[in-house]
């Protein structure tokens, strides 16, 4: 009877499986919101943004312009790195 008690508990307390593949961001898709790919040109506003990457590029902007068209040895955008720090505020 112990036994039984406990795997009833054990199903009540277990998270339920959650497909994350249909959440933006968490799946296949990005979040809309800044490109992934590619920089824009003009550095975005950051007069909202208070987190380090905004005070780092509000506080020198060459950083973007210098970086914003550069990617690493597997091929990540700069864009694809600064993206939830500009999506979010």
């Known amino acids: 009877k112990r036994a039984a008690e406990q795997q009833k508990a054990d199903e009540v307390i277990a998270a339920p499986e959650v ?3 249909d959440v933006p961001g968490l799946g296949a898709e990005d979040v809309p919101g800044f490109p992934t790919e590619e920089c824009p040109e003009a ?5 909202r943004h ?3 990457m905004a005070v780092a590029l509000k506080a020198d902007p060459s950083i973007y312009s ?3 068209s550069k990617r690493t040895s597997l091929g990540v955008s ?3 790195c ?3 720090g500009v999506d979010s505020r």
């Open 82 to 84: 600064i993206k939830p």
């Open 43 to 47: 550095l975005p506003d950051l007069s």
């Open 19 to 21: 497909d994350f593949a």
């Open 50 to 52: 208070f987190s380090l």
């Open 78 to 80: 700069l864009a694809r």
């Open 66 to 68: 210098g970086l914003r």
